[in-house]
């Protein structure tokens, strides 16, 4: 069996390989004292050239695959910033996420501030007192480097996030480069067949991006039902039904959720969910993807981001057009009943559960880790909890670290930092290792939980679309 881990990297001037690297490097058990602990191979399932696949060496085969997309973000300019910030700012409080109040409120001081100051003359004062400095003189050098740091971080770390989330004209072409890509890559590693099962791992904006990419994915491979009818058939012969987890059980573990409950009920939902995933795959189903892992995900700011207040962002769920985790309900469950298949030798027929096109996290469990961030500010608030925002069948995970960095914004890029807290660092907190809640997550050493054993001997390969569709 073999398994394939594919890393969505976030927003930055990333390197192709350099982020996966490091990532690999630490999620892997260290290797004997003289071998290697991956390898790195052609990467036949990516166009890109700049890229490679990481292998897992020892017994557990797995392949790490990096989708890197920074390189269509280019030509950034101060006025996309601004119309995203725009639309971030002029919305009632009620509309931002509470884990970035206290930050917008901030800005919004800020820039009421600076009203009377500029009123009482302090910004010409300040004009004049900069014009006055000696060109190239110690306060101007500094002066001037700020700026320019200022500048690059804020056009080539934060711009990524605004052209990418922001669908005004001049970003649509971008959106659909980046999510076109992506898919490709997904579709080229399910036709393979080589993997049993498919990760995927998006740390920060590279969240957003597998959440869109998984959406729109399952339109390809998850509302179809085209079981072998004689596998049905012998089902029904033994008086079992065909899909007790899709039709069933599953429903009853996602009912049971609730925003106060803990681990006795998110735990049942999620074992359904990977029942549900091998019930789908016995029958020769193509869906392989079987966990979603955010790490310091924006997607917890969701409302605010991905929608133009609290209503827009209820109705854009309850219409479907974002998926929820479980997802919203239909008629029958989490899908409808289709069209009655004919067995074969039998006057009998069967009508098949189908998951809804809103349902890819019916059989995919999404795993969230998250940095808290004190008062809001302290920490990674880019990250956050999403089950409030997107489904109670999302397990949130809080995390720490022991560096001083967990009481800044740069802590968000340390879920893979090689550390271990200390006993005293975990004393009467909930808060895991990120790295070690990381890897349990990912669940690269049970891969053996995710074999199934087929209804038949010989079970039929569901056929799976080889014509490229174009993303939404």
């Not at 995933?277 to 892992?293: A, C, L, M, N, T």
């Not at 039998?346 to 098949?352: A, E, G, L, N």
């Not at 914004?409 to 290792?433: F, N």
């Amino acid at each position: 069996m073999k398994q394939a881990v594919v890393f969505i990297h976030g927003i930055g001037e990333q390197k192709p390989m350099s982020t996966l690297r490091s990532f690999v490097s630490a999620v892997l058990p260290p290797a004997a004292k003289g071998k290697q602990q991956y390898r790195s191979k052609p990467d036949r399932m990516s166009e890109l050239f700049e890229l490679r696949r990481l292998t897992s060496t020892g017994r557990s085969s797995t392949h790490f695959y990096e989708y890197y997309w920074a390189y269509h973000v280019d030509g950034t300019t101060w006025w996309h910033l601004l119309q995203w910030f725009k639309g971030l700012l002029f919305r009632p409080p009620s509309g931002v996420p509470p884990g970035l109040k206290t930050i917008w409120w901030m800005t919004w001081m800020a820039l009421v501030g600076l009203g009377p100051l500029a009123g009482l003359g302090y910004g010409a004062y300040a004009a004049e007192w900069v014009a006055a400095l000696p060109h190239f003189g110690l306060v101007w050098i500094i002066g001037v480097l700020l700026l320019l740091m200022l500048q690059a971080f804020v056009l080539y770390w934060i711009g990524d996030a605004a052209r990418y989330l922001s669908p005004s004209p001049s970003n649509i072409a971008l959106r659909q480069q980046i999510r076109a890509e992506g898919l490709r890559l997904l579709r080229h590693l399910h036709r393979s067949r080589e993997y049993e099962r498919i990760v995927i791992v998006g740390h920060s904006l590279g969240s957003v991006i597998g959440y869109d990419l998984i959406t729109r994915l399952w339109l390809d491979y998850g509302c179809d039902f085209n079981a072998h009818s004689s596998s049905i058939f012998e089902q029904l012969k033994t008086g079992q039904h065909p899909q007790p987890i899709i039709g069933g059980a599953l429903l009853k573990a996602g009912a049971a959720l609730s925003s106060d409950a803990g681990p006795e009920t998110l735990q049942p939902f999620r074992v359904a969910q990977l029942e549900g995933w091998k019930e789908q795959r016995r029958y020769g189903h193509p869906w392989r993807i079987s966990d979603f892992v955010t790490v310091g995900s924006p997607l917890a700011h969701a409302m605010l981001l991905l929608a133009s207040g609290s209503k827009d962002f209820d109705d854009r769920k309850g219409q479907r057009e974002l998926p929820t985790c479980p997802p919203v309900l239909d008629d029958d469950g989490y899908g409808y009943i289709d069209s009655p298949l004919s067995l074969p030798g039998s006057p009998k027929r069967y009508s098949p559960h189908v998951l809804h096109h809103a349902a890819p996290f019916a059989v995919t469990r999404w795993s969230n880790l998250y940095f808290p961030a004190y008062a809001g500010l302290f920490g990674d608030f880019i990250g956050g909890p999403l089950r409030e925002m997107l489904g109670l069948g999302i397990q949130d995970i809080p995390v720490r670290s022991r560096s001083w960095r967990r009481f800044t914004p740069l802590t968000h890029t340390d879920y893979w930092k090689m550390q271990r807290l200390s006993a005293h660092a975990t004393s009467g907190s909930d808060c895991r290792d990120a790295l070690e809640a990381l890897n349990d997550a990912i669940g690269l050493d049970r891969l053996g939980e995710y074999k199934f054993v087929a209804k038949n001997s010989s079970p039929a390969r569901v056929a799976v679309p080889e014509k490229e569709s174009p993303a939404q």
